[in-house]
T-cell receptor
Framework: DTGVSQDPRHKITKRGQNVTFRCDPISEHNRLYWYRQTLGQGPEFLTY????????KSRLLSDRFSAERPKGSFSTLEIQRTEQGDSAMYLC????????????????FGPGTRLTVL | AQSVTQLDSQVPVFEEAPVELRCNYS??????LFWYVQYPNQGLQLLLK??????LVKGINGFEAEFNKSQTSFHLRIPSVHISDTAEYFCAVTNTNAGKSTFGDGTTLTVKP
């Protein structure tokens, strides 16, 4: 199976610690998205990349959050000085991009990383 | 800006009954519409999508959704539910010029025997 993979699947950390999550998109997918999902709510957009360029960041992405996609393949999401409010499922998705400004391609979601901050 | 409202947070239903999960959206620009399903501790799986063309979209296992532009709705219909359909269902929109999606808060479908 060559779907979107995320690592780790679960992370428990203490408040104040830094954590880093990894997302491997489907091969050759240009676009990569990060979403956060808290209990009882739908996913909320955090940021997205086209190749290695980070094109948009949500206001939800405070300065403690940083995302990278250095070679346009896998991506990392780092949270510094974690807070209990950061506890959530972090979802990654990827989609191909035909290069047309008005085209849209289906997003394929990974299984998510569940973060618990104690 | 765009928003999605899923009108029912929880829908209990008996096995083999029909069910409709309601979704309304708001957007000042053209959008694409989606329904996803999420099982516990898993990611989202795409069920149906409306991009253009026929307003009635059909998926596997009889799932279908109808886009209604005047009512800004995209309701999901399941003609006969099964126990295995118990899950969280999310409606989402994305404007035609951007890749990110805006999701509703989900509807928990619980199918009882």
């Amino acid at each position: 199976d060559t779907g979107v993979s995320q690592d780790p699947r679960h992370k428990i950390t203490k408040r104040g610690q830094n954590v880093t999550f990894r997302c491997d998109p489907i091969s050759e997918h240009n676009r990569l998205y990060w979403y956060r999902q808290t209990l009882g709510q739908g996913p909320e957009f955090l940021t997205y990349f086209q190749n290695e360029a980070q094109l948009e960041k949500s206001r939800l992405l405070s300065d403690r959050f940083s995302a990278e996609r250095p070679k346009g393949s896998f991506s990392t999401l780092e949270i510094q000085r974690t807070e209990q409010g950061d506890s959530a499922m972090y979802l990654c998705a990827s989609s191909p991009n035909l290069g047309l400004a008005t085209s849209y391609n289906e997003q394929f979601f990974g299984p998510g990383t569940r973060l618990t901050v104690l | 800006a765009q928003s999605v409202t899923q009108l029912d947070s929880q829908v209990p239903v008996f096995e083999e009954a029909p069910v409709e999960l309601r979704c309304n959206y708001s957007s000042s620009v053209s959008v694409y519409l989606f329904w996803y399903v999420q099982y516990p501790n898993q990611g989202l799986q795409l069920l149906l999508k409306y991009l253009s063309g026929s307003t009635l979209v059909k998926g596997i296992n009889g799932f279908e959704a109808e886009f209604n532009k005047s009512q800004t709705s995209f309701h999901l219909r399941i003609p006969s539910v099964h126990i295995s359909d118990t899950a969280e269902y999310f409606c989402a929109v994305t404007n035609t010029n951007a890749g990110k999606s805006t999701f509703g808060d989900g509807t928990t479908l619980t199918v009882k025997p």
